[in-house]
T-cell receptor, first 114, second 114 residues
Framework: KAGVTQTPRYLIKTRGQQVTLSCSPI?????VSWYQQTPGQGLQFLFE???????NKGNFPGRFSGRQFSNSRSEMNVSTLELGDSALYLC?????????????FGNGTRLTVT | DQQVKQNSPSLSVQEGRISILNCDYT??????FLWYKKYPAEGPTFLIS?????DKNEDGRFTVFLNKSAKHLSLHIVPSQPGDSAVYFC?????????????FGTGTQLKVEL
């Protein structure tokens, strides 16, 4: 079974630009979550989608948005990029999206904002 | 406010000995706890979890202990192996009627030396 696939692996953008990251979950998984990892901050929850609906949202500004398609694939968009948005963005999928259904992470997209 | 804390950023252990990684939490609504392991350039991998109705869960060399009154959990790895060298993240989830929203600690870098 293929794992969670994130594209691209690396991105370099300029302040003020916008970026879209893509995530393909494990086949059959309907829940997709996004996390931001920065040095010293651990992983911080961005949002979670289940059956194309956003079920949970973390404490990030509205510049961070996402969506999920009918095939469970998900995209995350960040508009008006700031230097502080430089981070590793991780996508994770789970079978049911319940707390006892472990997350399976992709290898992430490393975003650098200059 | 860091609701899940891993106060030791790093830990060094000799091969064959026990590794003990600690995690504290402040939110009494958390009722499910997980440990993830992360190698460089890879996404986190699920290791083991424990529900708040238990105080211990074992899986091979890995055991997680939960002390609800102290709001503390620990991961024991016995015996430690060089391949265990990685960053370990503690994560917590609250009863919320569905939806994966994990709160992660900042991680502990474990180094297992020969």
């Amino acid at each position: 079974k293929a794992g969670v696939t994130q594209t691209p692996r690396y991105l370099i953008k300029t302040r003020g630009q916008q970026v879209t990251l893509s995530c393909s979950p494990i086949s059959g998984h309907r829940s997709v979550s996004w996390y931001q990892q920065t040095p010293g901050q651990g992983l911080q929850f961005l949002f979670e989608y289940f059956s194309e609906t956003q079920r949970n949202k973390g404490n990030f500004p509205g510049r961070f948005s996402g969506r999920q398609f009918s095939n469970s694939r998900s995209e995350m968009n960040v508009s008006t990029l700031e230097l502080g948005d430089s981070a590793l963005y991780l996508c994770a999928s789970s079978a049911t999206g319940e707390n006892n259904s472990p997350l399976h992470f992709g290898n992430g997209t490393r975003l650098t904002v200059t | 406010d860091q609701q899940v804390k891993q106060n030791s950023p790093s830990l060094s252990v000799q091969e064959g000995r026990i590794s003990i990684l600690n995690c504290d939490y402040t939110n009494s609504m958390f009722d499910y706890f997980l440990w993830y392991k992360k190698y460089p350039a890879e996404g986190p991998t699920f290791l083991i979890s424990i529900s708040s109705i238990k105080d211990k869960n074992e899986d091979g060399r890995f055991t997680v202990f939960l002390n609800k009154s102290a709001k503390h959990l620990s991961l024991h790895i016995v015996p430690s192996q060089p391949g265990d060298s990685a960053v370990y993240f503690c994560a917590a989830a609250g009863y919320g009627g569905g939806g994966n929203k994990l709160t992660f600690g900042t991680g502990t870098q474990l180094k297992v030396e020969l």
